[in-house]
């Protein structure tokens, strides 16, 4: 069956970081195709209303990427009033069209910034405060945007995968018995599982995974949750995520506290 791919549009703001995003948009070119990613509204015809145009582009992605430099927040104009607090900004319409469609929105943290704050933001740009953000840094680029094309795959249609369960070794003749007692060894297990791990705990761990991966960590810890049988073993399991050894170890503290 062929898969239909969605599509991203990169959102930034160019004198906060039109590098940074350039260098994202080229390596999610490669790994997604050039035809899946947008960066900056073209075409708009003359006496079109480039709102109207903003949002059809926006509503026709699967995800947007909300790039935050140091400067995104109190960028201003030549008048020295701030870009976000105009209704005519471009990013600011991209956003708040993205936020009021429903549309996937993931703030990307460049240049060491950080999240702003709900009180910080205009009224149509608020629900971006509650995002789950990722960071890119220059250090551990490579390694950022694998953690940040994996936590986008399942937004393009890209499904990874699961591993196929191993086959029971059984004696000739006995095909049937040994596969209904695999099955009913599975069906125990996976009880036994939901039981112990209770869904707040399920969350707390992917709210502490989430701040090492961002968004893919809740996939993750519910995936990993059919091959753990305590929340140790969770932890455990997810924590082989997390590329750094200091970050793994914070994370496995607070995991088990």
Not at 63 to 76: E, K, M, S
Request: include cysteine; glycine fraction near 6%.
């Amino acid at each position: 069956m062929e898969v239909v791919l969605g599509s991203i549009f990169v959102n930034y703001r160019r004198h906060d970081s039109e590098g940074e995003a350039g260098r994202l948009f080229d390596e999610l070119e490669k790994h997604f195709g050039e035809d899946a990613i947008f960066m900056d509204v073209s075409g708009i015809e003359p006496g079109q209303d480039f709102r109207k145009a903003i949002d059809q582009r926006v509503a026709a992605c699967s995800v947007l990427l909300a790039v935050i430099g140091q400067h995104w927040l109190d960028a201003r104009d030549e008048s020295g009033a701030r870009r976000l607090d105009d209704p005519g900004d471009f990013v600011r319409i991209e956003l708040a069209s993205a936020l009021r469609e429903k549309t996937a929105v993931v703030p990307v943290l460049v240049r060491g910034s950080r999240m702003p704050r709900a009180d910080e933001l205009p009224e149509d740009l608020k629900e971006l405060a509650y995002r789950n953000a990722v960071e890119l840094t220059h250090a551990r680029w490579k390694s950022d945007i694998q953690l940040l094309i994996r936590a986008l795959r399942p937004y393009m249609g890209e499904l990874v995968p699961e591993q196929p369960a191993p086959e029971a070794k059984v004696q000739p003749g006995q095909p049937e018995r040994a596969s209904a007692r695999q099955t009913a060894a599975r069906g125990a297990e996976a009880a036994s599982i939901e039981n112990s791990i209770d869904a707040q705990t399920v969350d707390r761990v992917s709210r502490e995974l989430a701040a090492f991966l961002g968004p893919i960590a809740n996939v993750i810890v519910r995936r990993a949750m059919q091959q753990s049988t305590s929340l140790d073993d969770l932890c455990t399991t997810v924590a082989r995520e997390i590329v750094s050894d200091a970050d793994r170890a914070r994370f496995l503290r607070s995991c088990r506290a």
